[in-house]
């Protein structure tokens, strides 16, 4: 069973555009991460969200997480070519700091 | 750059060898996770150290994958007598969120 829900899988965008992406999960998770991974290396965390509600920001990148903790959102605003990648969500869901659940990520390219 | 190395980058061998890929993790970090990743999916958990000890491995992690941290620094994971379906990326992660380059295997 997949725990993390990711949508789009796939999205094609110009530049300049704005787009969202989802995480969704009918499971409770204590927190939250976004990773961007490059065709041939391995993800590089972006952010951690912990509490219900939270936002967080950074440059063009805005994070969300659901009041309830189930689901969370990035929104990239004018998009731009050097965005282009996985996107990937994952979840701390037992609470313990041990082990992440994965989405299957979100394949974002960019066009000039 | 996060500080989390895997050699070899790239792997290619024939179907039946062995191989062997080393991480070598942040030093003052005692948790090392090892993930399978196939194009375009998010990475599949295999197994994790908590400074020497494996504490817990995928059922994904066949009777022919071994992994060790024998000093509680670097890793190794073994793969005996590859399969065509073993061929993937291999990531190493130090602690939860930093991973390594990966090693890109590809079993012919």
Sequence with gaps: TQLLEQSPQFLSIQEGENLTVYCNSSSV???LQWYRQEPGEGPVLLVTVVTG???????????????????SSLHITAAQPGDTGLYLCAGDYAGNNRKLIWGLGTSLAVNP | DT??????RHKITKRGQNVTFRCD?????????????????????????QNEAQLEKSRLLSDR???????????????????QGDSAMYLCASSLSY???GTRLTVL
């Design chain 1, 29 to 31: 998770f204590s927190s």
């Design chain 1, 53 to 71: 509600g939270e936002v967080k920001k950074l440059k063009r990148l805005t994070f969300q997480f659901g009041d309830a903790r189930k689901d």
């Design chain 2, 3 to 8: 500080g989390v190395s895997q050699d070899p």
């Design chain 2, 25 to 49: 993790p942040i030093s003052e970090h005692n948790r090392l996770y090892w993930y399978r990743q196939t194009l375009g999916q998010g990475p599949e958990f295999l197994t994790y150290f």
């Design chain 2, 65 to 83: 994958f071994s992994a060790e941290r024998p000093k509680g620094s670097f890793s190794t994971l073994e793969i005996q007598r590859t399969e």
């Design chain 2, 99 to 101: 991973f390594g380059p």
